[in-house]
């Protein structure tokens, strides 16, 4: 039987890009999930996901049978318990299994950082790593700092911070140099780890080529979403205080905001330069890493069909909506009785001379205020009263993409704080066709948020009104 690729964490951030990656190589990988049913879901047709828990070592015996290579991507921050006894537990029963099924190398990804004053977290994830080595299976340990992608907790932290605060109060972590890598080079890290000659045990440092500090990394931030910010420096602020802080401003889990932020006052940098010689991988910069990563967060989203996205979400129609990143998000459905084609007629009529089905008033009065803003308002119409293609003008509006008879997105051209987008989406399912609206914003600080929120009684006004007019005219003649 061909030998074939472990991966835990598939679910985690780092995993779940490693197994997309791992997949369109056509590598043979077999998953551990807790949660089985909801891995296989994301996973390729000819990806193996099976269940098992790292702290239920009676599950890897058979996780293991016939594995090459194994990825550790697990640790326990967001444990009810300690998540150093956790992370402990979880490296010695997975040590044990590898050794004893005979796997050829384990690869891990830790924590970068010197010195012996390290944050219980850092120490942690050190630990791991040397537990794995200790195993008897030769062992390559990657250590990063921060990664900077759409998604991960150190970016969202930042991201959250920057959007939020036009003024921040920073303690002394903000000075303490890292160095960023962006989330695709440590991917390709993780890649080329499987095919690194055999050397025993190893231990890389990687990072971008820049080394810079939190505060450099939030004005960066800063810079490229064209916001202001000033940092004033307070050194009175402690660990604790600044995760109490975090929990207030930003989405990350208060457990695993307080340690990270615990690791914030560790130097993490690389000083050795192993991992230069041994890959061919050469991380983009921090100001390339970044960008990249709201490139990609860009075309994450446009790609994201929120009709299924937002089921697994919870209700959407609590004050303000969903948020996804910095996105806020209002969604509704209603199940119309005709075919999808007809459905979806009156959605590629919208605008122009056809109007805009509801509150027809109140789009003239935005349209409008939107001249008076320097804006294109409403006078541009739209090319064709009966059929739209990407780029057109749409009032102020732009088609940004149509699939015929499902679905329709259009970018908002008008004044705004922010970015916004309107899409429709027509699905059918054993016979019912129902038509999902979609309203996404993208706010540009705290005056994009203020607008969205004191908006949002009459966006559900418009909005929903218009879906419902929308489904009278699909149906209309029907009996």
Do not use: K
Not at 147 to 170: K, N, Q
Request: charge should be positive; charged fraction near 20%; proline fraction near 6%.
């Amino acid at each position: 039987m061909e030998r074939r690729i472990l991966l835990t964490g598939a679910t985690g951030y780092v995993g779940g890009r490693l197994l997309a990656a791992l997949e369109r190589e056509g590598r043979i990988v077999r998953c551990l999930a807790r949660r089985p049913e909801f891995l296989r879901q994301r996973a390729a047709a000819s990806t193996e996901v099976v269940a098992g828990d790292v702290l239920d070592p009676g599950t890897l015996p058979a996780a293991l049978q016939n594995v090459d290579t194994a990825f550790y991507l697990v640790h326990s921050m967001g444990s009810s318990e300690s998540f150093e006894d956790a992370d402990r537990t979880a490296a010695e029963n997975f040590a044990r299994a590898a050794r004893d099924a005979g796997v050829r190398r384990v690869i891990y990804l830790g924590g970068l950082g010197q010195g012996g004053d390290l944050s219980p977290h850092l120490v942690s994830r050190q630990q791991v790593g040397q537990i794995l080595r200790q195993s008897g299976v030769p062992t390559v340990e990657l250590r990063a700092s921060i990664i900077l992608g759409s998604g991960s907790v150190s970016f969202d932290m930042i991201r959250s911070l920057v959007e939020t605060l036009p003024v921040m109060i920073t303690p002394s972590w903000v000075a303490t140099p890292t160095q960023p890598i962006g989330i695709e080079d440590v991917i390709a890290y993780l890649r080329e780890a499987i095919d690194l000659p055999p050397a025993g045990n190893a231990v890389f440092e990687i990072g971008g080529p820049d080394r810079v500090s939190y505060g450099d990394l939030m004005r960066e931030y800063a810079r490229q979403r064209g916001l202001r910010r000033l940092l004033i420096p307070v050194p009175l602020l402690t660990p604790r205080l600044s995760s109490l802080w975090l929990r207030l401003v930003t989405p990350v889990y208060a457990r695993v905001g307080r340690a990270l932020v615990d690791g914030l006052r560790n130097e993490t940098v690389v000083r050795d330069d192993a991992a230069a010689r041994a890959f061919a991988v050469r991380p983009l910069g921090m100001r390339q890493a970044m960008a990249r990563a709201l490139a990609n967060e860009d075309q994450e989203f446009a790609a994201t069909h929120w009709s299924d996205a937002l089921s697994s979400a919870g209700p959407s129609h609590r004050w303000g909506g969903v948020r996804f990143g910095t996105r806020l998000v209002d969604t509704r459905s209603v199940t119309v009785n005709c075919a999808p084609a007809e459905a979806f007629a009156p959605i590629r009529r919208i605008g122009g001379q056809n109007g805009w089905y509801h509150a027809n008033l109140l789009w003239r009065i935005r349209g409008a205020i939107d001249l008076l803003a320097g804006g294109p308002g409403l006078r541009r119409g739209r090319r064709n009263a009966e059929q739209l293609s990407p780029g057109d003008p749409l009032d102020f509006w732009r088609v940004e993409a149509v699939e015929p008879d499902r679905l329709l997105r259009l970018h908002a051209e008008m004044r705004l704080p922010g970015r916004a987008w309107l899409q429709f989406e027509v699905s059918s399912s054993e016979g019912r066709t129902v038509i999902h609206q979609t309203a996404l914003f993208d706010p540009l600080g705290l005056l994009g948020q203020a607008y969205w929120y004191a908006l949002w009684p009459v966006h559900q006004y418009v909005f929903g009104g218009m879906l419902g007019a929308i489904a009278r005219a699909a149906t209309a003649g029907r009996p």
